[in-house]
C-alpha cells in the first residue's frame, strides 16, 4: 500500500448532470470504466444497479468492472432527477432509467442503494420479480429472514439463497462500520472468543453520500477563504471540526449508528450475549473510516498471536510498524480493498492477556458497502 500526498482527482461519470467525486488516489488509475468489456457474458445474470448516480451506486460500477463480475445485461436506475442522463460503463454507453415497479422484470441480481425507504418500497417488489437482492440500507437488516452477510465471516448465513432458481431473496449488507470492524476483530474472536467490544468510530464524510463529500470539500474551501461554510448536509461546520454521528439519537442515548454496530455484530456472529458499545463520531476526513477498537476476550490471546492471526486473515492487511510509528490511515486504504489494522496491543487494563486495542482503516464505499454487495452476488454464481 502506499500513502498519496494528493487524495483524490476528480472523475465525472454523468454526462451534462451533476458531478458526483469519487476520490481516488492519483497512482489508481481512473479509467475503470473504459475498459474493454470482458465481463459480458449470454449465460451470465443480468443485473440492476438501483441508485447508480450516488456514491455507492457509482462505486459498485468500478467494483463490478475491477472483479470481471460476468453480466449478460445491466439496469442503471435512479431518480427521476437522474433518468435520462448518459453514463458509460465497460465502453458501452447507457441511459439511466427512473426506478419503478417494472424496473426488475428480467433481473437476476438487484444490488440496491438508494436508501432505507427505496429499499423497503421497491425490495419486496423485487423479489417478486424473482431477483435477488443484495441491499445496502439499513431496511431489511435486523430481519430474521434476512442473512446479514460479510463474505469472509458468515458466508454459510446465505447459502439457500441460489441464482436461477427463479426464486427472488434479500440479502442484507451490513452497516459500513460493522463490516470494518468485524473484518478486523472476527479473526480474533474465532481464536479466543470476544466477550465484549468497545468500538470508536472516525467516520468519513462518505458515509453519508456523495453530497456530504461535495459539502467537506466547499466548506474546507469557504473556511480557507475566511467565508461561512455552507452547512446543507450537517446543519452545522465540517471542516476542520468533528462531531458526534449525525444519525438520529434514541432513548438510551445512543445514536443509531452505534446501535447498528450493537445489533448487527450479534446477528453476524450469532451470538447474542456478545456485550458491544460504541461512540460515533464524523471527522473531516473524505473517504475511508477509522475505528479503535478494544477487546476482550474469553481465552487469553497475546499481541503477536493476534498479529500473526490477522496478517493471515482474508481481506486484511496488517500495518504496525511501532518503531517508525506508521500505522493506518484513511488515505491509505483509500479505494483499497482490504481493511487494514495496526496498533494491534496488549490492553493494560486487563489481566492475563484477556485483552487486546487495535485501530482499524476501511474504505466504507468499497468494503463497508459496494465491494462487500458484489462479494454477496458473486457468492450466487
Ligand atoms: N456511503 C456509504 O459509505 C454507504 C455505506 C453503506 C451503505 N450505504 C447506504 O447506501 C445507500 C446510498 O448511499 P449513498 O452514500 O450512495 O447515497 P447518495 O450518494 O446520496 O446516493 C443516493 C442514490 O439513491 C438514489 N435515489 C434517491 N431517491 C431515489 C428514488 N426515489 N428512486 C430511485 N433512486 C433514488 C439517488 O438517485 P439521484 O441521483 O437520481 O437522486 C442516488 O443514486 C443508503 O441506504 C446508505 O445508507 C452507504
Known amino acids: 500500500m502506499h500513502s498519496s500526498a ?71 436506475l435512479a431518480s427521476k432527477r437522474s ?58 437488516r435486523m430481519d430474521d429472514n434476512v442473512p446479514l452477510v460479510i463474505p469472509e465471516v458468515n458466508p454459510s448465513s446465505m447459502a439457500h439463497i441460489k441464482l436461477g432458481t427463479g426464486k427472488g431473496a434479500l440479502i442484507a449488507n451490513p452497516n459500513c462500520s460493522t463490516i470494518i470492524c468485524l473484518m478486523a476483530a472476527t479473526p480474533l474472536h474465532q481464536r479466543a472468543k470476544v466477550v465484549r467490544m468497545v468500538v470508536s468510530t472516525y467516520q468519513a464524510a462518505s458515509g453519508a ?16 477563504e475566511g467565508k461561512s461554510p455552507t452547512c446543507n448536509i450537517f446543519k452545522q461546520q465540517y471542516a476542520f471540526n468533528l462531531f458526534s454521528h449525525n444519525a438520529p439519537v434514541m432513548g438510551n442515548g445512543y445514536n443509531e449508528e452505534e446501535m447498528k454496530l450493537v445489533k448487527e455484530t450479534r446477528k453476524i456472529w450469532n451470538d447474542k450475549d456478545v456485550k458491544v458499545t460504541a ?10 473510516h477509522a475505528e479503535a477498537v478494544n477487546l476482550q476476550f474469553k481465552n ?54 484477556l485483552g487486546l486495542d487495535i485501530f482499524v482503516c476501511g474504505d466504507q464505499i468499497r468494503k463497508g458497502a459496494a465491494l462487500n454487495a458484489v462479494q454477496i452476488a458473486e457468492m450466487l454464481l
Open 6 to 76: 494528493i487524495p483524490y482527482c476528480r472523475t465525472q461519470f454523468l454526462a451534462g448532470g451533476k458531478c458526483h467525486p469519487t476520490f481516488r488516489p492519483t497512482h489508481r488509475p481512473t479509467t475503470t470504466f473504459s475498459r474493454l468489456r470482458m465481463s459480458v457474458q449470454e449465460n451470465a445474470p443480468s443485473l440492476a444497479v438501483v441508485g447508480v448516480s450516488g456514491a455507492v451506486g457509482q462505486e459498485f460500477l468500478s467494483v463490478l468492472a475491477d472483479r470481471n463480475f460476468p453480466y449478460r445485461s445491466i439496469k442503471m
Open 279 to 288: 461512540t460515533c463520531i464524523r471527522v473531516p476526513v473524505m473517504r475511508a
Open 209 to 224: 453520500g456523495a453530497a456530504a463529500m461535495e459539502e467537506l470539500e466547499l466548506q474546507t474551501r469557504e473556511v480557507l
Open 300 to 353: 487469553p490471546l497475546d499481541e503477536d498471536t493476534a498479529r500473526e492471526i490477522l496478517s493471515q486473515a482474508p481481506g486484511v492487511v496488517v500495518i504496525d510498524d511501532r518503531a517508525s510509528n506508521r500505522f493506518p490511515t484513511p488515505l491509505e486504504v483509500s479505494n483499497k480493498d482490504d481493511v487494514a489494522v495496526g496498533r494491534i496491543r496488549q490492553d493494560v487494563s486487563q489481566e492475563g492477556n
Open 83 to 140: 433518468a435520462g442522463k448518459r453514463l458509460t460503463f465497460e465502453d458501452k454507453e447507457y441511459i439511466i432509467e427512473e426506478l419503478t415497479e417494472d424496473s426488475f422484470q428480467g433481473v437476476d441480481i438487484a444490488l440496491f442503494s438508494a436508501g432505507g425507504s427505496i429499499s423497503k418500497r421497491f425490495g419486496p417488489i423485487a423479489v417478486h420479480s424473482g431477483s435477488i437482492v443484495v441491499d445496502n440500507s439499513s431496511a431489511f
